[in-house]
């Protein structure tokens, strides 16, 4: 007969086997997030930080991955705005509302970029379909009412201008001249 001691149990061997087991796990579980979105994480932490050339690089995987998903590809249409890339960005903001022609966001977003490069007429067409659904967003009102005084549309402008200080009676920009 063997001394107790020497006697092999279960009970050690199994919670060694139980916690390197759960170890296992966890470290399979940290490395196994869904890449498609965390490239799309990481690609809206980038453009949060104004690192856009590295938020096109990740967002273009993100939209590789997740072709269907609208908000990557929106996101993907403000990193190539940031980095300067209008054409490209027009490209990604159209893909994510031929997604989505409901997402207010892209159409903000192209409306803005349209409104820089004085294409009035996709500026008013954007903005009048994200300021019909986002209401109560004054900056919305505000470069709505930029791309009617650049229009000469003087009327359309003082009422855009109206409704962003009727949302907000003290927003610096709709106090003073916007344009």
């Avoid at 991955?65 to 960005?89: D, F, T, Y």
């Avoid at 229009?151 to 402008?157: P, Q, T, V, Y």
Wanted: proline share 5%; aromatic share 6%.
């Amino acid at each position: 007969m063997l001394a107790p001691d020497s006697v092999a149990t279960n009970k050690k061997r199994g919670s060694c086997l139980r916690v390197m087991w759960m170890a296992a796990i966890a470290v399979g579980l940290a490395g196994c997030a869904p890449p498609g979105p965390e490239a799309l994480l990481q690609g809206e932490q980038c453009i949060k930080e104004g690192r856009y050339e590295e938020a096109v690089v990740r967002l273009k995987k993100a939209t590789a991955l997740l072709p269907k998903n609208a908000q990557a590809w929106n996101h993907l249409g403000l990193a190539h705005h940031g980095n300067r890339q209008p054409e490209e960005a027009a490209r990604a903001y159209q893909a994510a509302l031929g997604l989505d022609h409901k997402l207010a966001a892209a159409h903000y977003n192209l409306g803005c970029l349209y409104l820089e490069q004085n294409n009035l007429e996709g500026a008013t067409q954007e903005l009048t379909t994200y300021t019909l659904v986002q209401k109560s967003h004054v900056e919305g009102w505000l470069k709505f009412g930029v791309t009617h005084l650049r229009a000469k549309r003087l009327d359309a402008a003082e009422k855009c201008f109206r409704t962003a200080l009727d949302l907000h009676p003290r927003h610096p920009e709709a106090l003073n001249d916007p344009a």
